[in-house]
T-cell receptor, first 117, second 111 residues
């Protein structure tokens, strides 16, 4: 049963606390992505990774960090430097980056909703 | 800054009608285009992808692409109340593996 899993479904963060969101995929996809969605807004790219042990900043990387130690996993840490972290966080993956446009299709996990206490 | 524009809606149509959703994009060299459907509180799910000018049909859905006008649309025939959702247009960023998303159009199909 292939797919993308994210955990937890809901996460509560206290002020000054770092929290980590999990994203795992068993689709054998090379590329993985993290997006943030605010109410009434589109998806904004936080970080993405094209290959293990390498990742690039997206449009809104400040206050976030990632790692890509395994092909299947791409965890996102929301640090205390992120002052407005309340949002819906979506992880996605795509097949490869061979330059073939048809392989760019991104598939999404179910998301994690982060709330600040 | 690459941009993808969509009307926020809501677009209201009666059951059985055709719903037409539109999207314009700023990057002239974009080669890949996607429509996602997002139900409230859920993650986006892919409806269709399109890469060449013209129409692409899949069941009740038709995607239309006009690269010269930098315009992509999604037609939903025989709209059903279950089609009520936000539809996100996404455009591939040429040379990268990333997508730029529009803010989405909310579609409401009334019985």
């Amino acid at each position: 049963d292939g797919g993308i899993t994210q955990s937890p479904k809901y996460l509560f963060r206290k002020e000054g606390q770092n929290v980590t969101l999990s994203c795992e995929q068993n689709l054998n996809h090379d590329a993985m992505y993290w997006y943030r969605q605010d109410p009434g807004q589109g998806l904004r790219l936080i970080y993405y990774s094209q290959i293990v042990n390498d990742f690039q900043k997206g449009d809104i990387a400040e206050g976030y960090s990632v790692s890509r130690e395994k092909k299947e996993s791409f965890p996102l840490t929301v640090t205390s430097a992120q002052k407005n972290p309340t949002a819906f966080y979506l992880c996605a993956s795509s097949q490869s980056l061979s330059g073939r446009a048809s392989q760019e299709t991104q598939y999404f996990g179910p998301g994690t909703r982060l709330l600040v206490l | 800054q690459k941009e993808v524009e969509q009307n926020s809606g809501p677009l209201s149509v009666p059951e059985g009608a055709i719903a037409s959703l539109n999207c314009t994009y700023s990057d002239r060299v974009s080669q890949s285009f996607f429509w996602y459907r997002q139900y409230s509180g859920k993650s986006p799910e892919l409806i269709m992808s399109i890469y060449s000018n013209g129409d692409k049909e899949d069941g009740r859905f038709t995607a239309q692409l006009n690269k010269a006008s930098q315009y992509v649309s999604l037609l939903i025939r025989d709209s059903q109340p279950s089609d009520s959702a936000t539809y996100l247009c996404a455009v591939g960023n040429s040379g990268y593996s990333t997508l730029t998303f529009g803010k989405g159009t909310m579609l409401l199909v009334s019985p």
